[in-house]
């Protein structure tokens, strides 16, 4: 029988293999033994889900384990956002929160991420306790499971409609007039995930003109991966090229908690730029102030914008969670990742692909100005950025010689000096230039992913090509 492991956002597995009823409340179990063991179960967990196949099913197993394990349950009414759970997990003061989702995975996944009571993603001890403790439990019935009716007659179940406290908190958050004001029409795309009824409807209660698609349930994704990357958007991409009027094109992935932007012409803006843009706006033109947080694997554009602005920038391992420290510490005003997390001070420490569209939408509203010009104008402040990522599919060889590679590293590469590296989760190689590159072993599969950033696209695709073939060669 596969053990249970939690990766980075929780534990994901596929359908009818390793994630299956029996599984799901093996885990539940063993999530509520961890808030008894630290006596605070009675405060009670939010469970939700985002649109996949068997979510609302999953979710109630759930919460009748939890039910008879005398742990109060807030079961939410539809599929719904991972920042909704976590704002609403913050709101009721709960001890934690279980989501059902694979986030951006194909359908064929569903996956358990946990949230401790302060809202992030939990971190590497909480996990590995609850890891533990399932795995102790395989193939044994550890669980005493209550009725539903029962349960909710009894008021130990009892469900909820999160919407309402987190929209009217987004009003707060973003300037809605100075969108409606500007006259822009928005193009809206949740790639048939849980961001239906919220992105769109903020924005049409404002008044803002929308273009919508792919906004009903659709537990196949429509054939692709629910993720708002370029290459799995390419219908929305023609819709925003095709419509005239449009000027922003916005996306979230299957549970809004990542997001994808294209410019007025359909170009697709990557999420390092994203981030730079929004700190730098956030700074220059609303006028707060604050430090940045981004992983090892994020582009430094951020670290140019904060250097220009006289702020910090912290670096973190791969994994929200760690941003989200910073965020529930109040260190950081913005905090994101290359792949399409983000999140403010003042909102929950995890990410929101939501707030994330919106801050873009009033940012291109206020400053009357493309993305792309955005763009080309914080490139004469603070100089370029180009960015890749490719995984290399590793062999036993490969990944043996590899780990000797990284374990004593040449000290030129291609004819660039390595000026130092950066252990703080794979190797990074810092080269005398200014460019970097970056190796990081995937947890679940034989990939190593591999990061480069250069101040012009010719140097990246030398870059590029030059750490392919560190791993090949």
């Known amino acids: 029988m596969a053990q249970i492991r939690f990766g980075t956002s929780g534990w994901r597995g596929i359908l009818c293999e390793d994630f299956v009823l029996e599984n799901v409340r093996t885990v539940t179990q063993a999530i509520a033994d961890h808030l008894l063991d630290a006596g605070i179960g009675s405060r009670g967990m939010v469970v939700g889900n985002d649109s996949r196949f068997m979510g609302e099913r999953f979710a109630r197993e759930a919460a009748t384990v939890l039910a008879g394990a005398e742990i109060p349950v807030f079961l939410c009414n539809r599929d719904t956002p991972t920042p909704v759970i976590s704002f609403e997990l913050l709101r009721l003061k709960a001890a934690g929160a ?35 403790r399932a795995n102790a439990m395989l193939g044994e019935i550890c669980y005493r499971s209550m009725p539903f009716e029962d349960a909710l007659r009894q008021g130990r179940i009892r469900e909820i409609d999160p919407r309402s406290y987190y929209c009217e908190t987004l009003l707060d958050l973003i300037d809605f007039k100075a969108i409606a004001d ?40 429509g054939g692709f991966p629910p993720e708002p990357a370029q290459s799995y958007i390419e219908d929305f991409i023609q819709r925003v090229r095709a419509e005239g009027s449009v000027r922003l094109g916005l996306a979230t992935d299957g549970d809004a908690d990542r997001y994808g932007i294209l410019d007025e012409d359909g170009t697709f ?21 604050g430090a940045a947080a981004r992983s090892v694997a994020t582009s430094h554009f951020i ?23 910073f965020i529930r510490d109040g260190k950081i005003l913005i905090g994101g990742e290359e792949s399409a997390g983000l999140t403010i001070a003042g909102h929950i420490p995890e990410k929101d692909g939501i707030l ?13 100005r493309s993305l792309k010009s955005l763009l080309a104008d914080l490139y ?8 890749s990522r490719t995984n290399v599919r590793l062999t036993p060889e490969l990944e043996a010689s590899l780990a000797g590679k990284l374990g004593d590293p040449p000290s030129h ?35 190593v992913r591999i990061y480069c950033e250069a101040g012009s696209a010719v140097q990246l695709q030398e870059l590029s090509a030059a750490a392919r073939d560190f791993v090949l060669k």
């Open 356 to 368: 994330a569209c919106l801050l873009v939408a009033e940012m291109v509203a206020v400053e009357g």
């Open 413 to 447: 590469l291609r004819g660039r000096k390595i000026a130092r590296l950066v252990a703080i989760d794979g190797v990074k190689f810092f080269f005398d230039d200014g460019c970097w590159m970056l190796f990081r072993k995937s947890g679940t599969e034989p990939v």
């Open 269 to 289: 803006i990557e999420p390092n730029y994203i981030l730079a843009l929004l700190y730098d706006y956030l700074l220059r033109v609303r006028g707060l102030g």
């Open 303 to 325: 670290d140019a914008v904060a250097n220009f602005h006289g702020q910090e920038v912290y670096e973190t391992p791969v994994g929200f969670k760690y941003i989200g420290e």
């Open 182 to 221: 500007s006259g822009i029409t928005v193009a809206v795309n949740p790639l048939y995930g849980t961001a239906r009824g919220y992105l769109d409807a903020l924005l049409l209660k404002a008044g803002v003109p929308l273009v919508t698609m792919n906004d009903h349930r659709d537990p196949y994704f």
């Open 380 to 387: 004469r402040r603070v100089g370029e950025f180009h960015t």
């Open 98 to 132: 279980i989501n059902f989702t694979a986030s951006h995975n194909p359908a064929e996944y569903n996956g358990i991420k946990f949230s401790p009571a302060w809202g992030g993603p939990a971190l590497p001890e909480t996990t590995e306790d609850i890891e533990r």
